[in-house]
């Protein structure tokens, strides 16, 4: 069965600085997609990045990058120069295939100013 | 290229009433997911539809609930006579699915804005 798991219920970083988000899964497949999702006091929930397991490269967007470890089933969100909007709930999300969406507990990230 | 659209944005139920939540999807879109999200929780799977078929409802409670996609007009999850426990909020999200070769490929979810339930 597919989990994800985040460790971290909360988190704080100060702004400008940089914080990285953990996040791990489990999955016997080998073929199989990886997203962050922020979701803001509004509770939309807005894709932040999305990494394709075949692919080596991580994927960045911006201030927002991954290190994704297929062989250690890892993928932490790293956040550079934080931002107040920042602040929100993240969660990491495991999608195989034709199957549905797997999301974490998540992750409440503070912006201190 | 309008987003996810669910309505309402707010319900209100009496206990016993019935809940009909609505999810128009993306433009082109032809996979619809229902979520559920408790306070203080992150999204739990409820039900994988695309047009006129359901693909995967083991998130949804086997009483109660039912969901529907149908050829034309929106998505539909229906909760009859709903108890306090239903309270929560409702996001649906929907995506481009295709299988190209030996590798499918994802589209990421899309969510809409959620539709928030509370059964007094």
């Known amino acids: 069965a597919q989990t994800v798991t985040q460790s971290q219920p909360e988190m704080s970083v100060q702004e400008a600085e940089t914080v990285t988000l953990s996040c791990t899964y489990d999955?016997?497949?080998?073929?199989?997609?990886l997203f962050w999702y922020k979701q803001p006091p509004s509770r939309q929930m807005i894709l932040v990045i999305r990494q394709e397991a075949y692919k080596q490269q991580n994927a960045t967007e911006n201030r927002f990058s991954v290190n994704f470890q297929k062989a250690a089933k890892s993928f932490s969100l790293k956040i550079s120069d934080s931002q107040l909007g920042d602040a929100a709930m993240y969660f990491c999300?495991?999608?195989?295939?034709?199957?549905?969406?797997?999301f974490g507990t998540g992750t409440r990230l503070t912006v201190i100013p | 290229n309008a987003g996810v659209m669910q309505n309402p944005r707010h319900l209100v139920r009496r206990r016993g009433q019935e809940a009909r939540l609505r999810c128009s999807p993306m433009k082109g879109h032809s996979h619809v997911y229902w979520y559920r999200q408790l306070p203080e929780e992150g999204l739990k799977f409820m039900v994988y539809?695309?047009?006129?078929?359901?693909?995967?409802e083991s998130g949804m409670p086997k009483e109660r609930f039912s969901a529907e996609f149908p050829k034309e007009g929106p998505s539909i999850l229906r909760i009859q006579q709903v108890v306090r426990g239903d309270s929560a909020a409702y996001f649906c999200?929907?995506?481009?699915?295709?299988?190209?070769?030996?590798?499918?490929?994802?589209?990421?979810?899309?969510f809409g804005n959620g539709t928030r339930l509370t059964v007094t």
């Open positions: 999955t016997s497949e080998s073929d199989y997609y």
């Open positions: 999300a495991y999608k195989a295939g034709a199957n549905n969406l797997f």
């Open positions: 539809l695309q047009k006129e078929n359901i693909i995967d």
């Open positions: 999200a929907s995506s481009l699915f295709s299988d190209r070769g030996s590798r499918s490929y994802n589209s990421p979810l899309h």
